[in-house]
């Protein structure tokens, strides 16, 4: 809708007032009683109530916007009330009021649809003065000069009032089509700026997204600085540890220890076979919160051990339902499980198995894990190179067993936390039977095999005992026994000395049948001098060989002296 319409549109009250008065002023005025020809009124209340009606259907209903339809009912309403102006009895005041209603109804003929356009408006007023003009010629014919004069001048005043309204309206639209063009080239200004601000307000956002994006990477980036500079350090110190000991189970409790700190999982646990550093059992180590679990993989982690080495020579992870697979996991929240091979060379000698409650726990990678196997390895390969050394310094070269030079180092140490401790120990020297004829029957290889299954004999013996055997001379042998007495010590020197003899040396086809005598002796309940208890069993062990050989014989006073004679 143009601003002329809307303009006449805003007069609808102003109408109904003027028409409601106009229609008032003629029933006022008792037509049907004046001069007696008062019937003249009736044509125009009748006018006056159908283009009533016409205005408010063509004004308030949907035909409003039929434009050319308003604009000929205008003309046709100034047309007919100018005509029954002209007819009608002389009541000037009906004529004024009249001539009011025509002013307005003139003003909407002439601005409506017109968008306030000079060319349009002056048109429209030149076609509603024509019967204006028209109506006056009929007045001056039709009425008294006087009363001709007061209709023309009504005429007059309308056409007047008409024109200098609407000049008056020209001058204000056009003021406000200046201020409205002022005010809405502001606003495609600030609609443009608001544009340019919204655009910059994106791109502000945007950089800040970029920028908090940055951010977050930049302090994830941070973090995993932070957490590679912890596991550089915690495998630095790893080293420097597993460098500075041959204790192998200590290094295993310190990879276990630093894994738990560094990565804090729910579980660690190292498994290694039997016999990799002299560990004659398999070692088995694990660190959990779930008690429940470490019960059930010490009892399961050599089968998991042996089913895994023979199908993985790599890391592999399990996750969720596949962790539930495995029995020691139970009922326990363990949702991701990596299991690691220890490898020397392309032999896998052990695993170390990692779990956590996090299904993504592994997936920055395993250089951790496989960074500290790595010098777990070192440390194992150092052990065994150090204990081949050690022992090619300790132990005796035929037998394995320690020698002689090593026992007395050895035998004093032990001897020295004995007396600080106030315990006892037993001495057990042993030598093997006509061991001479041995070797001229059978020859010195053979006699060679006899010396080393006497050797590991002792040795098991020994060891199964808390105790230590050395080799003492070509075929003497000695066991010690730390914090046992007498009477515990000799039923294992017994047991030991009936499975020498039971055990036959099958050599070169032929079977050679063993014996050796003993002597054993006790500190401090019979020997309380620890420097005589090698001669004291000594003395005893010389007793009983030449006493019929093959027998136990038990230090005693009495036996010591006999043998210094």
């Known amino acids: 809708m143009d601003s002329s319409s809307q303009l006449i549109k805003s007069y609808g009250i102003f109408r109904k007032i003027v028409y409601v008065v106009l229609i008032a002023l003629v029933i006022g005025t008792q037509a049907l009683k004046y001069n007696g020809s008062g019937w003249g009124f009736i044509p125009l209340l009748v006018f006056m109530v159908l283009f009533g009606i ?29 005509i029954l102006m002209a007819f009608m009895p002389e009541a000037y005041y009906v004529q004024a009021a009249l001539g009011i209603y025509l002013i307005h109804i003139t003003l909407e003929y002439i601005l409506y649809d017109s968008s306030l356009d000079h ?18 010629v009929i007045a001056l014919s039709n009425r ?22 609407v000049r008056w309206v020209e001058m204000v639209s056009g003021e406000y089509e200046r201020l409205n063009t002022d005010l809405n080239v502001k606003i495609d200004r600030i609609r443009t700026m608001n544009q340019r601000l919204e655009e910059y307000q994106n791109k502000v956002v945007h950089v800040n997204e970029q920028i908090n994006y940055q951010k977050i990477e930049l302090n994830r980036m941070m973090d995993d600085l932070e957490q590679l500079n912890v596991e550089s350090a915690s495998q630095i110190e790893l080293m420097k540890y597993m460098a500075s000991t041959f204790d ?9 220890d630093s894994v738990m700190d560094v990565k804090q999982p729910k579980l660690v646990a190292v498994y290694v076979e039997e016999n990799i550093y002299r560990n004659k059992r398999a070692t088995f180590f694990c660190k959990t919160n779930y008690s429940a679990i470490e019960g059930r993989l010490k009892k399961d982690i050599a089968d998991v051990y042996n089913h895994f080495s023979k199908l993985y020579k790599t890391a592999v992870t399990f996750h969720e339902d596949d962790v539930k697979a495995f029995n020691f996991v139970g009922e326990a929240n363990i949702n991701s499980l990596a299991m690691f091979p220890i490898m020397d060379r392309d032999r896998c000698y052990g695993t170390m198995i990692v779990a956590s409650d996090d299904a993504n726990f ?15 390895n070192v440390a194992v390969n150092s052990t065994k190179l150090y204990m081949q050394m050690e022992d090619m ?44 004829s041995v070797n001229d029957t059978y020859g010195h290889l053979a006699g060679d095999e006899v010396i ?7 040795d098991r013996f020994a060891e199964e005992n808390g105790g230590f055997a050395s080799r003492y001379g070509g075929e003497e042998f000695l066991v010690i026994l730390p914090e046992y007495e007498i009477k515990t010590a000799q ?8 499975e020498i003899k039971k055990t036959v040396v099958h050599f070169d086809g032929q079977d050679i049948n063993v014996n050796v005598s003993i002597g054993l002796t006790e500190y401090p309940t019979i020997c309380n001098d620890t420097a005589l208890l090698v001669s004291r069993a000594d003395k005893a062990m010389y007793y009983g060989k030449k006493n019929g050989r093959g027998r136990l014989i038990i230090d005693t006073d009495e036996i010591y002296k006999m043998g210094l004679n």
């Open 54 to 82: 016409t205005d408010s259907i063509l004004l308030f209903k949907k035909h409003f916007d039929n434009r050319g339809l308003f604009k000929m009912v205008k003309l046709v309403e100034i047309c007919a009330y100018h």
């Open 119 to 136: 060319y349009t408006i002056v048109v429209h007023e030149i076609t509603a003065l024509l019967p204006a003009i028209i109506n006056v």
């Open 144 to 165: 008294t000069e006087g009363k001709a004069f007061v209709y023309i001048l009504i005429v007059f005043m309308e056409v007047v009032l008409v024109y200098m309204m």
């Open 248 to 256: 192998v189970n200590k290094c295993i409790h310190m990879i276990l």
């Open 362 to 376: 592994f997936d920055k990678g395993y250089y951790y894990y496989e960074a500290s196997l790595i010098s777990f």
């Open 393 to 436: 310094a300790r132990k005796d070269g035929l037998t394995g067993i320690y020698n002689r030079l090593y026992f007395n180092e050895l035998f004093a140490q032990t001897l020295e936390m004995m007396k600080e401790e106030k315990k006892s120990i037993c001495v057990a020297l042993f030598d093997i039977d006509k061991f001479k």
């Open 452 to 458: 080393k299954m006497v050797a590991r004999v002792a």
């Open 491 to 498: 039923p294992i020197i017994e047991a030991m000395h009936e």
